[in-house]
């Protein structure tokens, strides 16, 4: 038995090989993963200096012989929730004190799963990305978010500004806290600072706080106020040429019935007016009696001579036909607007919503962050679930049934006058052209896509400067590779040349002490409150703490850890 310990990874996508590559890069263990055969990902794991056991993980002999009798954690990442429970309970028989971390969709099961199974921790790949893609549309400047303290908690935010975008420059930091309900982390990158600091314009400033505060402060809202202020008569303009282009989308038998019924009702009255001796009002009205078949009660053409006789006649029989006529395309129009307002494909006329293409395992879960946070929502879906039906049948969102991709369906969907378009569909090319597309229709709208390849996303960010691209993979794996070792982990973000594991602790009756050198407590979570902190003296009994740890501390003297899993969120 070796005694550096070891961590088992079960899994084969992007996600396992990340967290593999994670736990490479740091010290103080072994690491290895267990999976079907496969050539290319042992050649990525060799490259990573990863041992790799290729068998099935779903198999007593197979966990053996990768060695979980004497392992310290195992890590079950497939994407399959039943596989990973499975895994996970067969590594409990063979080693009653390993720690397990599960991956897994279902967040009430995982709940469930993680109060039930001591040591072990279990975390959503959707509902852990699904936060920043939430808090970074509602506040562009957001690059990480989480809910505390638990999943169903407050959602909060890390964010960067400067004292002037936030409107705090001239004061002390202490001030600044108190105006924005917010904790500020880091000033122009760096975590020591004193609260009776007087903050500078141009200093940039690392806060941390609820999403609602981040949106309230944002300077996108007030933007889009502005704008629409001087949009009234564009917005004249563009709607008098969308009801040119119905007018002409109309069908084209109908145009030439109604401009020769039209015709016949003019001369009609014109002829009238002669025959009947009349003026052209009382003309107009016989016509338009006789026309619809209601008249000669008052009006007659009755001794004014044969011919208007026939002229009458003729002038009913074309109302009659013509109104049948209209009757029968008023009914198709109305049976064809039922109809799609059942597929879900209509005119939207919401203003300040967010826009979210791609309602999958992360867009729904996004969809519940965002109806969480009161924000309208419309959601562009081309297989909406029975969740999503049933939130659009109780007006809590507009569901558009259909492909974003196509300008169609954008079209529909308001983007002149949406809060943000959130690109969150399972194709990397169908977001970036979901992403695209808006942007032309309004280039000032934020923009959130969601990329799985970081290589692309990186690419994405450094071409289109106004679209903001996370990888899932990215925003989760370095929450996993540390809830290997550390419970309570949150995730990781990064700022000034450090990266900081974000963690939580549960204190007892007795506060214990930071966990490690130079922590920085972020708030508490106390008796149902959500309640900033600036030092950890201000911790009273069984409070749940939030807090930051420099990782830079536990970095090997001869290199440094990667730093691109939270840059991958850039603009």
């Not at 290895?32 to 290729?54: E, I, M, N, Q, S």
């Not at 399972?426 to 000032?444: C, F, I, K, M, Y």
């Not at 995730?491 to 040349?497: L, M, P």
């Not at 959500?530 to 003297?557: C, G, N, T």
Request: net charge neutral; glycine share 8%; proline share 5%.
């Amino acid at each position: 038995m070796s005694a550096v310990p070891l961590i088992l990874v079960v899994g084969g996508d992007m996600l396992a090989v990340r967290v593999c590559e994670e736990l490479c890069a740091t010290q103080g263990h072994r690491v290895a993963l267990l999976w079907v055969h496969d050539h290319g990902l042992a050649t990525k794991l060799d490259r990573l200096g990863c041992d790799y056991f290729p068998h099935p993980p779903n198999d007593y002999e197979s966990l053996q012989t990768a060695g979980v009798g004497d392992a310290a954690s195992i890590m079950a990442l497939s994407e399959d929730d039943r596989l990973n429970l499975q895994v996970a309970l067969k590594a409990r028989d063979l080693n009653p004190e390993i720690r397990v971390v599960l991956r897994q969709f279902n967040r009430g099961l995982g709940r469930k799963v993680e109060q039930n199974l001591p040591n072990c921790s279990v975390l959503s790949l959707a509902s852990h990305s699904a936060a920043t893609f939430v808090a970074t549309a509602l506040d562009p400047s957001c690059f990480y978010a989480l809910q505390f303290p638990d999943i169903d908690g407050v959602q909060t935010g890390f964010a960067e500004r400067s004292a002037a975008e936030l409107g705090v420059a001239g004061v002390t930091v202490a001030t600044a806290q108190q105006r924005l309900h917010a904790r500020i982390v880091a000033v122009d990158g760096s975590p020591d600072f004193l609260l009776g600091h007087m903050l500078d314009g141009e200093e940039r400033l690392i806060v941390f706080a609820r999403v609602e505060q981040l949106e309230a402060t944002s300077g996108t809202r007030a933007l889009v106020r502005i704008e629409r202020r001087h949009k009234h008569l564009e917005r004249l303009r563009v709607g008098l040429r969308k009801r040119l282009r119905g007018l002409q989308a109309t069908d084209p038998v109908l145009r030439r019935i109604t401009a020769v019924v039209a015709t016949i009702f003019a001369l009609s009255t014109v002829y009238f007016a002669f025959a009947l001796q009349t003026d052209p009002i009382t003309a107009f009205y016989f016509v338009a009696t006789t026309f619809t078949s209601t008249g000669y009660g008052d009006i007659t053409p009755l001794g004014h001579g044969q011919v208007a006789m026939i002229a009458a006649n003729l002038v009913m029989f074309t109302g009659v036909a013509s109104l049948g006529i209209f009757i029968a395309f008023a009914t198709s129009a109305v049976t064809s607007a039922q109809f799609t307002a059942v597929q879900g494909v209509r005119q939207i006329r919401t203003r300040g919503h967010v826009l979210l293409c791609g309602a999958g395992n992360v867009g729904s879960s996004a969809v519940g962050y965002l109806h969480a946070l009161h924000q309208k929502v419309v959601v562009i879906e081309a297989h909406p679930d029975p969740v999503l039906i049933e939130m659009s049948r109780e007006r809590r969102i507009e569901l558009l049934t259909g492909d974003a991709t196509r300008d169609a369906t954008l079209d529909l969907c308001n983007i002149a006058n949406a809060r943000a378009v959130v690109a969150l569909t399972d194709s990397d090319t169908a977001n970036l052209e979901v992403a695209l597309g808006a942007r032309a229709r309004n280039p000032q709208v934020p923009v959130v896509m969601r990329v799985q390849d970081e290589a692309f996303a990186d690419s994405i960010a450094r071409h289109f400067e106004a679209i903001r691209t996370y990888s899932t993979t990215a925003l989760a794996a370095p929450s996993f590779a540390m809830l290997s070792r550390f419970p309570g982990t949150r995730g990781r973000i990064a700022f000034g040349n450090d990266q900081y594991n974000v963690g939580e602790r549960l204190q007892g009756q007795v506060p214990a002490p930071p966990p490690a050198e130079h922590c920085i407590p972020l708030g508490v979570w106390r008796r149902g409150q959500f309640l900033h902190i600036d030092a950890f003296e201000e911790m009273e009994p069984y409070d749940r703490l939030l807090f930051l740890v420099p990782l830079s501390q536990f970095k090997p003297a001869s290199g440094r850890r990667r730093d691109d899993a939270m840059a991958v969120g850039t603009t």
